[in-house]
Each structure stands twice: as structure tokens, then as C-alpha cells.
């Protein structure tokens, strides 16, 4: 038996597919907590892209700037100007305005430079957005990738306890959110820190004195930044876990709507969304208070800065360390110094809501799974001839009773197993052994007298035809149905509809083939959902076919004739290997041999005849099946 990779250490959430990890209180005490920092190996996959972004958005910048040294140029040209009549020398303090003269070369250079600045500040900062956008969008991809990957890998006992919906909301909200991290606060971290360094070392050469009254009290935004990012990241974590939840009841809602409206359940449904829903209103609503105390707070530093800024300039110009123009390209300059401490609220909270969708995210990408191929194992490319079960136990993980006890049988090449026994007593869970959707703890499946684990997962199941007791039906029309993740031609399915009972009900329908199931199938009867699916696990001409409780919603008529096209040996079926789980006997009766289960035992087997014969269990539920079981 395969033993399991090492995982990482999780405390489940029940009902959730994400859950809390040791390092959640230290995440909340940090600015950014840690998971987010792996989205960045799926960026650097594209670091010509990213980079190529970065420096486009540095040039948006320098062009961004230059206009405002432009400007305070243009001011002490034309506070130092001499109009054409002479009379006045100082345009800034005069009381006389006399008539203006044709523009100057100078003043009309002042107006190109500053167009030419805003048209390449446009075109840098597109070509930036375009390529950090296209960035976002392929690690996005590459992200649901690996998640939806590392999910499907996963073992059919770890989808027993995690909600679907919430599932679904990990693969589209939350790695939604991680997208607009790379596209939006990513490029927002690169802007706010080439303009504040740019910005910066220029006023700091124009003017020392005025850069450190601008900078002193913006030391008073690091205690702010600390006391929400720490305390907001949990409301966004507890949102995310709030999203899923309704998500994963809406999902179970619409899926079970006959059933939900049948039973007048309605209002209890809706009391279960207003239930979170409700929890996820509360933490919003926590998360805007934090906000909004921690943005206004900004303002104020920032209107702190300017004040100072304005009213310390007059005295500097004074001291002639600033023109009049320098000092008018400081002001302007100093807007896009205090743009970034605004931007900055909106980063945290966003990197915030991306720390919380990183943990859920990259929780499911960190799965991994406790079935899955050796080193070594090979591919069966052979045909299955035999299936042999030695002394086989297998225990459910959320079981402390065994499911199986020392199961031993063998089916081989043209021979049917049928399977019956009560409910509970193990029949499907041997199916799933075969499919290797669980291992047994003890003892062996062989495969042509090989153990099933030298054989690679795939290989085996590519040999295998699989109808379950609950057929499932993809929303599409029946021809994707049958011919589910392989090529195969009109002629291919409908022999498999032929030899499934499927034809002649597929055949009525307005649009034959073509026709759409639904979802789930939902437009088909259960008879007929059970015979396309058993058309899919036919179309291949598998060489095991598995029947799990597959002819429960068929009439018997249907049923016979099912049987005596899989097994009437006219249609070169002779070879295949059938094990058939059923309650319904008439199923099974002509099986080869059946097997008789109660509590996880074989208790007796043998033909039909010789059940008959012995009186015992088999012999039982075919008097009552049949109606001969004495009053």
C-alpha cells in the first residue's frame, strides 16, 4: 500500500475546504501576512512582462513629473519678464497690466514640452497597464491551474467533509482577488515607490529645509499603518470563510430545489443564508469601521504636511535658498509626495483582502493527496484478465469499525460477480477499491495477479467501465455525455447507446444526439440517465465493467434487455469482466457467481441455483423479493 505524502499540518474547519493554520496569529500581527508573498514565483514566470512594466512605469513617471519643473520654470520666466513697453519689470507685483505681445518662443516651449510630457505619460502608462494586466491574467490562470489540479488529485474521502460551494468559491472569488493583486496593488506598489523616491530626491535638492517640514510629520502614518493592517487582515480572513459558506448552501439549495420546495423548507433555507450572510455583513461592516478610521487619519497627517509646507514657505523663499517658480514646483511635486500616503489606505486594505483569498487559496494548492502512483509504477497495457481480493480489510477514515473484514474472491476474463448484501454491508465499497478511489489497510488487490499498486492510476482506470448507483450527467447534450473526455464518432456511441438500452429513447427525441440533459440531467427520467451513463462506461469496450446499483431506477423489461445485449455473447463482449453490485436479485441472478455480504463478511457464494439451495441469506431476500416468503 502506498504510503501517504507529508502533508501540511491543517485544523479543519468543518464543512470548509480551507482551514486555519498555525501561522494565522503570527499573519495577524505582521502588515502583510506571509501567504501572500507566493504569488510572486507566479509572476516572476513572466518576469520579462513584469519588468517590462516597471520600467514603463517609471518612464510614466519621470513624464509625470516633468511637467511640474515645467511650471515652476514658467513662473520665474514671467515673474522675471519684461513686456515690450518696458513698464513693467515684476509681473507678480505689478498694478498694471499693459497690452501683451505675440507669444515668445519661450512660453510656446513651455506649453510643448508639458503636451509632449502628458502624450508620453499616456503611452508609458498604457503600455504599463497592458503589460502588468496581461501579467495578472496568466499568473491568475496559472494559479486556478494549479489549485484546480491539486484538488481533482485529491483522494473521494476528502470531498466527503468540504462543501462543494465553498470549493467553488476558493477556485473563482478568491483567486479573483489574487488577479487583482498582481493587476492593481502590484502596480500601485511600483507607482507609489518610484514617485516617492523620484519626487523626494528632487525636492530634497531644491530644497533640504522644505523636504524635512514635509517629511516630519508623515513619521506619524507608520503607528497608524501598524494598528489596522493588524487588526483588520482576520475580518477579511473571517469574510472569505462567510462567502464560501453561502456559497456552499446556495449550491446545495439549487441542486435540491424539488426537495427544498417539497418540503415547504423555503424559510429554513433562507434563515441558513441570512445566517451568514449575516456574519459576512458583520465582518464588512468591522472591516469598513477600521477602514474609515484609518483613511480620515491620513487626511489629516496629510493636511498636517501641506500646512506646514505652505505656511514655512514664504519664510524659506525669504532665505533664498527657493525661487518663487522652485517653490511653485514644490507644492506640485509635493501632491504626488502625499497622493501615495492616500493610496497607501486602499493598498493595505487590499493587500489585506489578498492576504485572506492567499490562505484559502494556496491551502488547496499545498494538498496533497494519500493515493497516488509509486516511484515505479508502471503502465497496464494489457488487458485486465483477472481481479483478485486477498484477505482484504479497509476501514473509512471517519470510521473506527472496518467496512471490509478479510474479503477473498476473484473474478477472471468473460466472468460476471454479482455482489448483494444489506445496506452498509460493504458491497460498494470493494468498486472502489478496484478504482483505487480508497486503499485497503490490510491485504492485497491483484490485477492479473499483480498488485494493484505497481500499476499506474490512470492506466488502470483507462481499462475500466464505471456506472454508479447515482448516475451523473454533465450539463451538455447527450452526445458529450457518452463520448465524456475522448474522441469518438456518431457511429461509436450509438453502438454504446445500442448495447446500454439508450437507443431507442435517444432516437424520439427532437434533436436525437444532440439534445441537451440539463444539469446534473435533470431533463431525463432516472432510467434514462442510468442508461446514457452506462452508455459512456461502454463506448471504450472496457475490459472490467463495474456496475454499482446501475440498473436501480430501470424497469425490468429495460433491464433484461440490457442484460441480454451485455451478455448474450453476440456482441463480442465474451472477455469482459462484470462485477455488479445490486439489492434488486433479478440483477444478479445470472451472474456467474454472487457473493452474499452482511457487516463487511462474505457469509456465502455460489450460482443462483446453489444460493437457492443453501436457504440461507441469498435464499432470504429472494423470497422476499419475490413475493414467496411465507406471511
Not at 302 to 319: E, H, K, N
Not at 381 to 394: C, L
Request: proline share 3%; hydrophobic share 45%.
Amino acid at each position: 500500500m502506498a504510503t501517504a505524502k507529508s502533508s501540511v499540518s491543517e485544523k479543519v474547519i468543518p464543512g470548509s475546504a480551507i482551514s486555519k493554520d498555525d501561522s494565522d496569529a503570527i499573519d495577524e500581527r505582521q502588515l502583510v501576512g506571509r501567504k501572500i508573498w507566493r504569488i510572486f514565483p507566479y509572476v516572476k514566470r513572466y518576469w520579462k512582462r513584469a519588468l517590462g512594466g516597471i520600467l514603463a512605469n517609471g518612464g510614466a513617471r519621470a513624464f509625470d513629473l516633468i511637467p511640474f519643473i515645467a511650471i515652476g520654470m514658467a513662473a520665474d520666466f514671467y515673474r522675471d519678464a519684461t513686456f515690450t513697453d518696458g513698464t513693467i519689470k515684476n509681473f507678480v507685483t505689478s498694478d498694471l497690466i499693459p497690452s501683451v505681445g505675440p507669444i515668445s518662443s519661450e512660453e510656446m516651449g513651455f506649453g510643448i514640452l508639458i503636451l509632449i510630457c502628458f502624450s508620453f505619460l499616456a503611452m508609458f502608462q498604457g503600455l504599463s497597464n497592458q503589460l502588468w494586466q496581461s501579467t495578472a491574467y496568466k499568473a491568475q490562470h496559472d494559479i486556478r491551474m494549479d489549485a484546480t489540479t491539486s484538488l481533482m488529485a485529491m483522494e473521494a474521502s476528502y470531498f466527503e467533509t468540504r462543501q462543494t460551494g465553498n470549493l467553488m468559491s476558493v477556485l473563482s472569488a478568491d483567486v479573483a482577488q489574487l488577479e487583482d493583486i498582481i493587476s492593481d496593488s502590484s502596480t500601485s506598489i511600483i507607482r507609489i515607490t518610484i514617485t516617492f523616491t523620484t519626487a523626494f530626491g528632487i525636492m530634497f535638492w531644491m530644497s533640504p529645509t522644505l523636504a524635512l517640514i514635509l517629511f516630519m510629520p508623515l513619521v506619524l502614518v507608520v503607528p497608524m499603518v501598524v494598528w489596522f493592517s493588524t487588526r483588520v487582515q482576520r475580518k477579511y480572513r473571517k469574510q472569505r470563510e462567510s462567502t464560501g459558506g453561502i456559497i456552499a448552501i446556495l449550491e446545495n439549495v439549487l441542486s435540491g430545489i424539488t426537495v427544498v420546495q417539497a418540503y415547504n423548507a423555503t424559510g429554513f433555507e433562507a434563515s441558513r443564508i441570512g445566517m451568514q450572510s449575516g456574519d459576512y455583513r458583520d465582518q464588512a461592516i468591522q472591516a469598513a469601521s477600521l477602514r474609515n478610521r484609518f483613511i480620515p487619519g491620513i487626511y489629516v497627517v496629510a493636511g498636517l504636511s501641506f500646512g506646514l509646507l505652505v505656511s514655512a514657505g514664504g519664510w524659506v523663499m525669504q532665505s533664498g535658498e527657493i525661487t518663487v517658480g522652485q517653490f511653485v514646483t514644490f507644492l506640485l511635486i509635493s501632491t504626488r509626495m502625499t497622493m501615495p500616503m492616500f493610496i497607501l489606505g486602499m493598498l493595505l486594505n487590499q493587500l489585506q483582502k489578498g492576504e485572506a483569498a492567499s490562505k484559502r487559496v494556496f491551502a488547496i494548492i499545498d494538498l496533497e493527496p494519500s493515493i497516488f502512483d509509486i516511484d515505479g509504477a508502471i503502465v497496464l497495457d494489457e488487458p485486465i484478465r483477472s481481479i483478485s481480493f486477498e484477505n482484504v480489510s479497509f476501514a473509512y477514515p471517519s470510521s473506527e469499525s472496518n467496512v471490509l473484514s478479510g474479503i477473498n474472491l476473484k473474478v477472471s476474463s468473460g466472468e460476471f460477480l454479482g455482489v448483494m448484501g444489506h445496506t452498509g454491508a460493504g458491497k460498494s465499497t470493494i468498486l472502489k477499491l478496484i478504482e483505487r478511489f480508497y486503499e485497503p489497510q490490510s491485504g492485497k488487490v491483484l490485477i492479473n495477479g499483480r498488485d494493484i499498486n505497481e500499476f499506474s492510476i490512470e492506466s488502470i482506470r483507462a481499462r475500466i467501465g464505471f456506472v454508479s448507483q447515482d448516475p451523473f450527467l454533465f450539463y451538455g447534450t447527450i452526445k458529450d455525455n457518452v463520448s465524456y473526455a475522448r474522441e469518438a464518432t456518431d457511429e461509436e456511441i450509438n453502438t454504446a447507446l445500442e448495447l446500454a438500452g439508450a437507443s431507442e429513447f435517444v432516437s424520439e427525441l427532437p434533436l436525437g444526439l444532440d439534445s441537451m440533459v440539463g444539469d446534473r440531467g435533470v431533463m431525463l427520467s432516472g432510467g434514462q440517465r442510468a442508461r446514457v451513463s452506462l452508455a459512456r462506461a461502454l463506448l471504450n469496450d472496457p475490459d472490467l465493467l463495474i456496475l454499482d446499483e446501475a440498473s436501480a431506477a430501470l424497469d425490468a423489461e429495460t433491464e433484461k434487455r440490457i442484460q441480454q445485449s451485455l451478455f448474450g455473447g453476440s456482441n463480442g463482449t465474451n472477455n469482459r469482466l462484470t462485477i455488479a453490485v445490486a439489492h434488486r436479485l433479478a440483477t444478479i441472478r445470472n451472474a456467474d457467481e454472487i457473493i452474499a455480504m452482511v457487516d463487511g463478511a462474505i457469509v456465502e457464494r455460489g450460482n443462483h441455483e446453489e444460493l437457492l439451495s443453501n436457504d440461507n441469506v441469498y435464499a432470504s431476500q429472494w423470497s422476499i423479493q419475490t413475493g414467496e416468503l411465507d406471511t
